[in-house]
């Protein structure tokens, strides 16, 4: 997504150097944005330096180059939810005349498939960036002034670089709760795709896309799994569609308690070589305490910038009390010379955002170009066991910023072809489509909300359309592909406002 705006007076001279320092460009963070913001400023002509460390977590978890998407976040997240597909098409496929005997789900032979995987592109984004002249340490950076950093790598050693530019991709780390035991016991999502036991019975906390991501892919491998929620479900998300997805994760046999908070944790019972450890969870539910035993808790209550590792005070570096850094539209910070781009900005924490945005300033810094990154309608995709793809704006969103009456909502459900004959059960009934709408536009479509299989790929094509400006009868116009989920945004007659029924469906 990108804007031809201007950058102001954003250094755009190319890659000629009128310094002494030590390299043109220093990127702190090997993540997806960093990376590509590394590698296209070296394209250019830059010399570019990318430091990345990941300091290993409470329970004594690390990883490679490459970010958390690569190592701990997008990658290894859909390779389970894949896997727990898998055991759902596999009871689907009996009903197809497939004569197959379901056989248990061997968690450590995904986890060493899932590991091998990621290893290998470790070590390729590691010959990547040397094919492409960008010198790499791994080592953790923090600054001493607003051209210089010191680097400390995993012995002590130190090390002084100096740069002309900045670019921060640090990226972020999960939350811990001050609970008792909560970091003594607990795992995050920083540890769990690398989990060396069956987690066993399982307590996902939070009620965040990555809780009911891992949820569900725990549930849908056989996973004993329940959720803690303290409030609403995916706040910031569509909140009809977050409720739909809560819904279905009930009937597919996630367990959930809310209103409810942790309040301690204590290990009743050490893991051994044959067994898993034992928790005890007290939690608060309505002023309530209650108790519970599980195997493995999973905290998955938000995440934090790693803004106040990088010594941001020694360059006068302004950030907001949770660490996201301010920027202008060039993403530039307060301080000249630096800039930040992907999970540390206020903006979608997507990788495909932070690969465009680093990608297009180093063309910016180095290449002459004008083009910016546009943060509005960024498609986006929750790998819940019902799939929930989105683009723009929610529907609470829309009315807050149009107003009520100048809202449509469109919408309807709609039942898979790959699922029709399959038997009857609580799963059923539960995909759903709507266009949120501004009337006073000529019908723009200013969000879109997908419920049901497929819902990146389903997502990421009508991304383009809103990007467009496309309005509702841009998508009656256009002939849908049949039969296919996605044929249902071009069908759609039933507005919420009429209060007529969805539940017909046509061929």
Not at 176 to 182: E, I, L, R, S
């Amino acid at each position: 997504v990108v804007s031809t705006q201007s950058t102001g007076d954003q250094d755009m001279q190319g890659a000629e150097r009128s310094h002494s320092y030590n390299f043109d460009l220093a990127v702190l963070g090997g993540g997806s944005g960093g990376l590509a913001c590394a590698k296209q400023a070296a394209k250019e002509g830059a010399k570019v330096v990318v430091f990345d460390y990941v300091k290993p977590t409470p329970q004594a978890t690390t990883w490679g180059l490459g970010g958390t998407c690569l190592n701990v976040g997008c990658i290894p997240k859909k390779l389970m939810h894949t896997a727990s597909i898998y055991g759902e098409l596999t009871e689907d496929a009996l009903q197809y005349g497939w004569d197959i005997t379901k056989n248990s789900h061997d968690w450590n032979k995904m986890v060493e498939k899932i590991q091998n995987h990621i290893k290998g592109q470790n070590w390729s984004i590691r010959v990547d960036l040397r094919e492409k002249n960008v010198t790499y340490y791994n080592e953790y950076a923090s600054f001493v002034d607003k051209h210089t950093v010191k680097s400390v790598n995993k012995r002590g050693a130190e090390r002084t670089v100096t740069a002309d530019k900045f670019v921060l991709a640090m990226g972020g780390r999960p939350n811990y709760p001050d609970v008792p035991g909560a970091q003594d016991y607990a795992i995050t999502s920083d540890d769990i795709f690398s989990l060396k036991q069956h987690p066993g019975k399982t307590l996902c906390v939070g009620a965040s896309y990555i809780s009911l991501e891992c949820a569900g892919f725990l549930n849908g491998i056989g996973v004993d799994t329940t959720v803690l929620v303290r409030s609403i479900l995916l706040r910031g998300f569509d909140t009809d569609c977050a409720e739909k997805i809560g819904a279905y994760m009930e009937a597919c046999g996630v367990k959930f308690i809310r209103p409810g908070v942790p309040t301690k944790i204590e290990r009743i019972k050490e893991p051994t070589d044959n067994s898993p450890q034992e928790l005890k969870v007290y939690f608060s539910v309505n002023g309530e305490e209650r108790s519970e035993i599980f195997n493995t808790v999973l905290f998955a209550i938000g995440r934090k910038p790693l803004t106040e590792k990088i010594n941001p005070d020694a360059i006068g570096l302004k950030y907001d009390p949770n660490g996201k850094i301010p920027v202008d539209e060039g993403e530039r910070t307060n301080v000249d010379n630096v800039y930040a781009i992907g999970d540390v900005l206020n903006a979608p924490e997507l990788t495909p955002l932070a690969i465009q945005s680093g990608r297009l300033l180093a063309k910016r810094l180095y290449a002459g170009s004008k083009i910016l990154t546009d943060y509005t309608n960024v498609p986006t995709t929750v790998f819940t066991p019902l799939e929930y793809g989105s683009v723009g704006l929610s529907e609470e969103a829309a009315i807050s910023k149009y107003g009520e009456d100048n809202i449509e909502v469109y919408h309807t459900k709609h039942t898979p072809t790959e699922q029709v004959i399959r038997e009857a059960s609580a799963l059923d009934g539960h995909n759903y489509a709507k266009l949120v709408v501004n009337k006073a536009d000529n019908e723009r479509v200013v969000g879109l909300h997908y419920l049901g299989p497929n819902a990146g790929e389903i997502t990421g094509g009508f991304g383009l359309g809103l990007i467009m400006g496309a309005t509702k009868t841009d998508f009656d116009r256009l002939v849908g592909i049949h039969p296919t989920s996605s044929e249902v945004f071009t069908t759609m007659n039933i507005t919420k406002r009429s209060g007529n029924s969805i539940d017909v469906e046509d061929c």
